[in-house]
């Protein structure tokens, strides 16, 4: 059983698309009209006005694929069932970290397209105020063997990488997406959306959430980070890398 089938029972519930990250990805796709979404989960962030063909290993994420989203192979990124330059823009979006073999499905986008890829920047990632709460996050082998730009750049050609800013409402539940709403992190089906938090060792997981509890109730966090709750975006550290054949 994949990571996946086992943790992403109510994904749909709180990973929804955001449109302004939407936006920033769908101007990184370029004038190319036909799409590959690898990793693709639910179906979010595949642009409704291109053709589009989705690989999703997951039977679990692929039975939460909204009525009318784009076709979807169950397959995975290190063999894609699918002819060389075949497609014109391959995407992937925060999939990456999850591959078994990173740099095999890199290999795979590049001989079937040109790449965007929506990755985080671990250096940046592990700085966010979460990990005063659910240190284990940053120790996870999902977040350690997470790949930077560096790590993609040993692959793929990255002509550009552009910063995508998290808005304070944001829509889809990942890891970040709560910055300036931490009541947020108690929810369990929160939780559930991303996946550090989901397969952390649920002793752990209750002491994280007792120590955010009782720091919202003090005041101690609004103390080092209530500024945030007025901030109009957030760097943490997700990245759009858009690179060449």
């Known amino acids: 059983m994949g990571l996946y089938d086992s943790i992403g029972t109510t994904y749909s519930a709180v990973r929804v698309e955001d449109p302004r990250i939407a936006a920033q990805i769908h101007d990184g796709l370029g004038p190319g009209h036909r799409i590959l979404n690898v990793g693709a989960g639910t179906g979010s962030y595949e642009p409704l006005d291109r053709t589009v063909v989705a690989v999703e290993p997951s039977p679990v994420m692929i039975a939460q694929r909204p009525a009318g989203s784009a076709p979807v192979l169950q397959a995975t990124a290190e063999a894609l069932p699918l002819r060389s330059a075949t497609f014109d823009v391959a995407m992937a979006v925060l999939t990456v970290h999850h591959w078994s073999d990173r740099r095999a499905g890199l290999a795979e986008l590049a001989r079937v397209a040109r790449q965007v890829i929506l990755y985080f920047e671990p250096l940046v990632a592990t700085r966010y105020w ?99 709750r007025t901030a109009p975006s957030f760097d943490g550290g997700y990245r759009l890398a858009i690179c060449h054949s």
Not at 176 to 205: H, K, N
Not at 209 to 228: K, P, Q, T
């Open 130 to 228: 979460l990990l005063d709460y659910f240190p284990e996050v940053a120790d996870s082998a999902i977040e350690l063997e997470a790949p930077g730009r560096a790590e993609i750049a040993e692959v793929l050609t990255v002509g550009e990488v552009r910063r995508v800013l998290v808005p304070p409402d944001c829509t889809d539940g990942f890891a970040a997406a709560y910055w300036a709403r931490p009541e947020a992190y108690l929810d369990r089906t929160v939780q559930a959306g991303m996946s550090a938090m989901a397969t952390m060792d649920d002793r752990l997981r209750r002491a994280g959430i007792e120590r955010l509890r009782a720091d919202l109730v003090s005041g101690g966090w609004d103390e080092r980070y209530g500024h945030l």
